[in-house]
């Protein structure tokens, strides 16, 4: 069975056709493709404003896209967790023991089909210090990372080439950086390389 909202045929194509028009309005488009692979770490940057999560939303709607995302256990709690789970949350619980790079590659194992979405700043606050999980992530599970941006400036949501991790982690987040520097986000202030 399929996890996420989306995936219920009418549902999905009532929201898909609503992102459309709602991307026309607010005069967005989206660049790129997805991948043909069928395991990936999306990470998406600048994530500047809660914006950021809307226009994402009608992204993933009208691509089809099914990600999962990690949320706090605390949240998963009555209607609210069927809900969350249904949507493709993953409860996380960072006082447990085990390694949640291992919980989340062993998914990745398990699956025919798995993309996870991680904002790697953390924060929609300037923060320099990107948390470094999706890159652990991604190499531990042995997946490429795909990269997706919001840009401002140019009114788009685009999806990049994926990145193969390597063990240099430093000059792979030099490398990421760089390209998202490029990007503007929609409250440009709150980003920082």
């Not at 998202?180 to 709150?190: L, M």
Request: glycine share 4%; net charge positive; aromatic share 12%.
């Amino acid at each position: 069975m399929k996890h996420t909202i989306f995936s219920t045929p009418l549902i999905s194509d009532a929201l898909r056709i609503f992102s459309i028009l709602a991307l026309k309005v607010i005069r967005w488009r989206v660049i790129g493709s997805l991948p043909s692979t069928k395991k990936y770490v999306i990470i998406v940057a600048p994530h500047t404003s809660n914006w950021d999560f809307f226009l994402f939303l009608f992204v993933v709607s009208v691509l089809k896209l099914q990600p999962s995302v990690l949320i706090k256990h605390t949240l998963f709690k009555g209607p609210l967790s069927w809900f969350l789970k249904y949507c493709g949350a993953i409860p996380v619980n960072r006082a447990s023991g085990g390694s949640l790079v291992d919980k989340i590659k062993k998914m990745y194992q398990k699956k025919d089909q798995f993309a996870l979405i991680i904002t790697p700043e953390g924060t929609r606050s300037a923060n320099p210090n990107w948390k470094l999980g999706f890159h652990h992530i991604a190499r531990s599970a042995e997946v490429p990372i795909l990269m997706v941006y919001v840009d401002s400036a140019s009114k788009t949501i685009g999806i990049e080439n994926l990145f193969n991790p390597t063990q240099n982690i430093d000059e792979d987040i030099k490398q990421i950086k760089a390209f998202y520097d490029t990007k503007k986000g929609v409250r440009p202030e709150n980003y920082a390389s």
